[in-house]
């Protein structure tokens, strides 16, 4: 219980200081980036996403970017800019990163190298091992390794689910549809009816395992 409250202490404290704009001002010139400003920009983030970027478990979750693929990082800040992707915390940040300033941000998050967050329940992940490499195709449900990479490290708009946290993976596959890929006019579109097959025990399945992944 302690450690709970300190987490949504810490976490409410960290909101108010990040949705007050404290990662505004550094990129606000023109000329070519520094890489003073990227890295203050990339310390805002790592208010809510973890120090080291390997994500925060608190009232909400906060999914790893550590050694997540720039490309993938990119399209998800286009996404909830244009109202692509609906989440109002990210919706919010995405107004004090200039169109500039996203691409060193997401090459320079690819480069941290954090252990998995871990902590998640380890039940079912044999299972999702399985459906992981190999799909079930009875269920019409894809071997995610085919697009996510055997070691889910992914590529290019593809994204990394090595490590990333269970509670992260578990609520993203479950309001897939909903928050993301409506249009169908983006890389979501192609995730979404994957998604949609999966049932919530083969979810969780495949959370414990990616999210224990190095
Ligand atoms: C106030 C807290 C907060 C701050 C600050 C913040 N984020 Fe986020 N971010 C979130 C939350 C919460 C989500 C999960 C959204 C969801 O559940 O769909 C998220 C999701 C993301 C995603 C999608 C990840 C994925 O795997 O799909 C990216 C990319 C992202 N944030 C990048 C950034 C960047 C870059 C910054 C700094 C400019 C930043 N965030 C700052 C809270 C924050
Ligand atoms: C045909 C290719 C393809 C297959 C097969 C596939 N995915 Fe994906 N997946 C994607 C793409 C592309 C995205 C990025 C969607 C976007 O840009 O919003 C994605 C996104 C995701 C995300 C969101 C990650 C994040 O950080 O928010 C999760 C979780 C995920 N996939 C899990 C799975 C699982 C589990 C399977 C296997 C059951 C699977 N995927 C199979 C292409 C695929």
Redesign the pocket.
């Known amino acids: 219980m302690r450690a709970n409250g300190f987490k949504l202490g810490v976490q409410s404290a ?2 108010t200081l ?2 007050c704009g404290v ?1 505004q001002a550094a990129d606000a010139g023109k000329g070519p980036i520094s890489r003073q400003s990227i890295e203050s ?2 310390e ?2 790592l ?3 973890g120090a080291s970027g390997q994500g925060f478990r608190g009232y ?6 550590a050694g ?1 693929q720039p490309q ?2 990119e399209n ?2 286009h996404a909830f800019k244009e109202g692509r ?1 609906v ?1 109002p ?2 919706q919010n ?2 107004t ?2 200039s169109p500039g300033m996203i691409r060193p ?2 090459d320079y ?1 690819r480069g941290l190298n954090a252990p998995p967050h871990g902590g998640g329940p380890t039940e079912g992940a044999a299972l999702g091992k399985r459906i992981f490499e190999t799909g079930l195709p009875d269920a019409n449900i894809p071997a995610c390794a085919v697009c996510h990479g055997p070691d889910a490290r992914g590529t290019r708009q593809i ?1 990394r689910l090595a490590g ?1 946290l269970y509670w ?1 993976v578990t ?2 596959l479950t309001n897939f549809g909903r ?1 993301r890929g409506q249009r169908g006019e983006d890389s979501s579109g192609i995730m979404a009816p994957v998604a949609r097959n999966l049932s919530p025990a083969q979810i969780s399945a495949v959370a414990a395992y990616v999210s224990s992944l190095k």
């Open positions: 960290a909101f990040a949705l990662g920009k990339a805002y983030c208010i809510c996403h909400f979750t906060m999914p790893r970017l997540q993938y990082i998800q800040l992707r989440n915390i990210m940040v995405v004090a990163v941000l997401a998050l994204p990333q992260y609520k993203t928050e």
